[in-house]
């Protein structure tokens, strides 16, 4: 369960009637507004707009810089949103904003609740540049009034650093949300739930710049605050269990991630056993199992996913494949091919009803299928599943796409196993092509395909060719993975081989010499 990153939403009324009301102002008006404001808390969207309206007409009478024209057209446009009418909303929004500022500037306090209304607007529809602009200005009206930071901020704050992260911006949001943090134990105390959002907003902006550490005190003192508050048992306990164990995973820590999976699986289940969260929590207890080498436990936890969500949405739902895909690769581990072959197809035909046949999801399915029938020595059906992956993904990424060149570098080795060197070396060189392109951000594939065609050229007897590639090939890895690593310490024993072939024995003797320093310091 990927942990939620909880915002909450801006939606501001805030009116404040009686406050605007003067003495020449006719109450008539603050009263109309009240029972605009009453209509669409209960969301009787159609009497509230007719109110909102009303009460336009007559802030409208009431003089052009009435602060209450821009709080009725708020409201308006808050009910216009509400019904789905996107448009008048927006423009609505618009000439609530113009009417407030009309009336009391551009940086009073007073514009913050249609600003905060806008930006989560601009949000909610996909223009993101323009919700962090306008978050950023009301962010600004908040702090430049210098009074003490509340809830209002924290929202502010929360909203501007969901957009970061949204945009993969973690480090721009984490000082934000560190503020939030800061401003939530001031005003709710150090043991509030609220308290325990917040640290669960900032651990996940941690987890995703690999401060697991971090996010692991985060998350701990999270999951402490809600047995507290809400028993042991809760699903806000489940919701922190599921959280923190991912945690514990991505450290490796399989053994202590397991019982809390245990302890949200049985929360989850007490509440309702057929519930999608059941399903989330038996795939998350089901790959640690698969994590821990447990495979015989995780085939049944899989297996009793996929039953629960064949009963949720049928047998042909999209939502099957990922869990059937880990089935089948369990079962593959464990040698259980004739079971792993027809939950393979499964997948494939799944997706493909679902996705249609183009869709790079089927190639990933192809290829998990093919990867069974490669190691079952079923060349002929992997070649055929191999080169129908190659056109999805030539079609949906293009011809020179990381992807297409790990394919074409699949297919060449495809091809050298059935012995068809002709084949494969114009794919090996398709690859090498395609892999040039990424050399600065992929060095070891392009390694990786010369060594592969390096390799090729050896056997059919080129050696002069084959030695430029595996020149070539060690100088890259050594440049990418250092001196000592295991991958240079292959590249040497290849270039060994070919050196010897070439009659260079002296030279073969070095490079194994190197190659057996770097296994005895990689053995250690």
Do not use: W
Not at 49 to 57: D, G, K, P, Y
Not at 251 to 280: H, I, M, N, Q, W
Not at 293 to 304: F, G, H, L, N
Not at 316 to 344: C, F, H, R, W
Request: aromatic share 6%.
């Amino acid at each position: 369960m990927k942990p939620k990153f909880t915002i909450p939403v801006a939606i501001c009324l805030l009116l404040n009637v009686h406050s605007l009301a003067a003495t020449a102002q006719p109450t008539d008006l603050n009263q109309t507004i009240e029972a605009a404001d009453a209509a669409y808390k209960t969301k009787d969207f159609k009497h509230a707009e007719e109110l909102f309206s009303q009460a336009l007409a007559k802030a409208k009478a009431a003089g052009p810089n009435d602060t209450r024209l821009g709080s009725a057209l708020n409201g308006l446009a808050l009910t216009y949103e509400a019904q789905g009418k996107k448009t008048e909303a927006l423009e609505t929004y618009k000439k609530a904003l113009d009417a407030k500022e009309a009336a009391v500037g551009h940086n009073d306090a007073a514009v913050l609740p249609i600003l905060d209304n806008l930006a989560h607007f601009y949000r909610a529809n996909g223009d993101v540049d323009t919700a962090l602009t306008t978050y950023k200005r009301a962010l600004a009206i908040r702090e430049s009034a210098k009074g003490p930071e509340n809830g209002d901020m924290a929202k502010n704050l929360n909203s501007l650093a969901a957009i970061y992260r949204d945009t993969a911006k973690n480090a721009e949001a984490e000082p934000l949300l560190v503020r939030v943090l800061a401003i939530v134990e001031k005003l709710s105390g150090p043991d509030n739930p609220s308290v325990a959002v917040a640290l669960n907003n900032l651990a996940v902006v941690y987890r995703e710049q690999n401060k697991i550490k971090e996010a692991q005190v985060l998350y701990e003192r999270a999951l402490k605050i809600r047995e507290k508050t809400y028993g042991a048992e809760s699903q806000e306990v489940a919701a922190s269990l599921n959280n923190l164990a991912r945690v514990y995973r991505e450290e490796g820590r399989f053994e202590e991630a397991e019982p809390l999976l245990k302890r949200a699986l049985a929360s989850v289940e007490k509440v309702d056993p057929e519930s999608p969260a059941v399903v989330t929590a038996l795939n998350n207890l089901a790959t640690v199992y698969k994590e821990e080498s447990k495979y015989a436990d995780a085939e049944v936890t899989y297996k009793r996913t996929i039953v629960l969500e064949e009963k949720l949405h049928g047998p042909n739902d999209y939502g099957l494949a990922p869990t059937l895909t880990n089935l089948s690769l369990v079962y593959n581990i464990q040698g259980k091919d004739a079971e792993a072959e027809p939950v393979m197809k499964r997948v494939v035909e799944i997706t493909e009803k679902n996705l249609g046949p183009d869709d790079p999801n089927l190639a990933i399915a192809l290829n998990n299928l093919e990867e069974l029938y490669r190691q079952q020595g079923k060349f002929a059906d992997a070649e055929v599943l191999l080169k129908k992956t190659l056109a999805i993904r030539t079609k949906a990424l293009g011809p020179e796409h990381p992807e297409v060149a790990t394919n074409q570098s699949d297919l060449a080795l495809l091809y050298r196993e059935q012995g068809k060197l002709t084949e494969a070396e114009p794919a090996f060189k398709e690859a090498i092509n395609i892999e040039e392109k990424y050399a600065t951000q992929r060095p070891g594939e392009l390694a990786n395909s010369l060594n592969n065609l390096a390799k090729l050229y050896r056997d059919e007897g080129k050696l002069p060719e084959s030695e430029a590639l595996y020149k070539r090939s060690l100088a890259l890895r050594e440049q990418t993975y250092g001196a000592s690593d295991a991958r240079v310490a292959a590249s040497l024993r290849n270039y060994a081989i070919l050196l010897r072939k070439m009659g260079k024995t002296t030279e073969a003797d070095s490079m194994d010499s190197r190659a057996e320093t770097i296994e005895a310091k990689t053995e250690k």
